[in-house]
């Protein structure tokens, strides 16, 4: 699977977009680990209750990006940081495309691959709990979700999942992963829309 993943993400011919318009840098990464069942997962978080921005809600591991990081540092930084997880820069297999937050970020994802062994750890100060995700939850009949709303010409993409409904930009993300890196399709995101209580 890692080999698939990587041809696949090797194949796309990203859209990496500058990021200009007030948009500020920022990376999550897609982290690919067992489940605990021999069965591939993305790793998933909850965002710890106390935090000033998007308190509570579930995300990729990542953050902003600091002056003088790449992408990529930022997002193996960010999962050090805020799961315990320590990867090297080779455990990542490639990028999706970058996409607009109506929060005003720029995100860059960065797949990697975790090792059966790799241990991860919620740091109480970012994150409340940490979740495994198998890839078949997110190909599930009807999954994701597209859903129009007034206030906007772009669909609203949404994933049921964890007994609750994730939004973009964390569920685009998702998508763009299943669609590229499991089934092999250059499908785009970036036109997918936030949930009006996501907008500035």
């Known amino acids: 699977m890692r080999a698939g993943i990587a041809r696949n993400l090797g194949s796309l011919a990203r859209s990496a977009k500058p990021a200009g318009k007030g948009l500020k840098r920022a990376?999550?990464?897609?982290?690919?680990?067992?489940?605990?069942?021999?069965?591939?997962?993305?790793?998933l978080t909850r965002r710890a209750a106390h935090l000033n921005a998007h308190a509570?809600?579930?995300?990729l591991p990542g953050g902003r990006v600091d002056e003088g990081e790449t992408a990529a540092e930022a997002a193996l930084r960010e999962a050090r940081e805020e799961?315990?997880?320590?990867?090297?820069?080779?455990?990542?297999l490639g990028q999706l495309d970058d996409y607009p937050t109506r929060s005003?970020?720029?995100?860059?994802p960065l797949v990697a691959w975790a090792a059966r062994e790799a241990r991860m750890e919620a740091?109480?100060?970012?994150?409340?709990?940490?979740?495994?995700i198998?890839?078949?939850?997110?190909?599930?009949?009807?999954?994701?979700?597209?859903?129009?709303?007034?206030?906007?010409?772009?669909?609203?993409?949404?994933?049921?999942?964890?007994?609750t409904t994730i939004h973009a930009p964390t569920a685009a993300v998702l998508y763009q992963f299943m669609e590229v890196c499991v089934?092999?399709?250059?499908?785009?995101?970036?036109?997918?829309?936030?949930?009006v209580w996501a907008w500035r």
């Open 134 to 163: 198998a890839l078949g939850e997110l190909s599930r009949p009807g999954s994701p979700e597209f859903v129009a709303i007034p206030e906007s010409d772009r669909p609203v993409i949404r994933y049921p999942l964890l007994g």
């Open 104 to 108: 005003g970020y720029l995100i860059t």
């Open 123 to 132: 740091n109480p100060s970012e994150v409340a709990e940490i979740y495994r």
């Open 56 to 59: 509570g809600q579930f995300a």
């Open 183 to 195: 089934h092999g399709r250059a499908t785009r995101v970036a036109h997918l829309e936030q949930p």
């Open 83 to 92: 799961i315990n997880l320590e990867l090297s820069r080779e455990a990542i």
């Open 27 to 43: 990376a999550v990464l897609v982290v690919v680990a067992d489940d605990g069942e021999g069965n591939a997962a993305l790793v």
